[in-house]
Nanobody, 115 residues
Framework: QVQLVESGGALVQAGGSLRLSCLAS????????MGWYRQTPGNLREVIAT???????SYVDSVKGRFTISKDDAKNTVYLQMNSLQPEDTAVYTC?????????WGKGTLVNVSS
């Protein structure tokens, strides 16, 4: 049983920065990857950044150069540093954990970027 809890979402002006955190609790003997997703009302959830257990990262084109995903395995935490935020980044951001048997999801944290 694993639980993911996101934090760090806030209201921020365009051009500002935020750092999201995702803390995983429970028994995790190993995993394949972790990632950050976002979703706006009426739209499908999209993956924006992932990081493998070995540290390899990938990003959706819209956030490349602005967002950075990182992790601290000792703290069971994955981070998303978001810079140069724009109104189109407004969404609920959700953390995902891919283990060898299943996927786990957090409840999400709201990021609201004002223009």
């Amino acid at each position: 049983q694993v639980q993911l809890v996101e934090s760090g979402g806030a209201l921020v002006q365009a051009g500002g920065s935020l750092r999201l955190s995702c803390l995983a609790s429970g028994t995790i003997s190993g995993y394949i990857s972790m990632g950050w997703y976002r979703q706006t009302p009426g739209n499908l959830r999209e993956v924006i950044a992932t990081i493998s257990s070995g540290g390899r990262t990938s990003y959706v084109d819209s956030v490349k150069g602005r967002f950075t995903i990182s992790k601290d395995d000792a703290k069971n935490t994955v981070y998303l540093q978001m810079n140069s935020l724009q109104p189109e980044d407004t969404a609920v951001y959700t953390c995902n954990l891919e283990t060898f048997g299943r996927y786990y999801w957090g409840k999400g944290t709201l990021v609201n970027v004002s223009s």
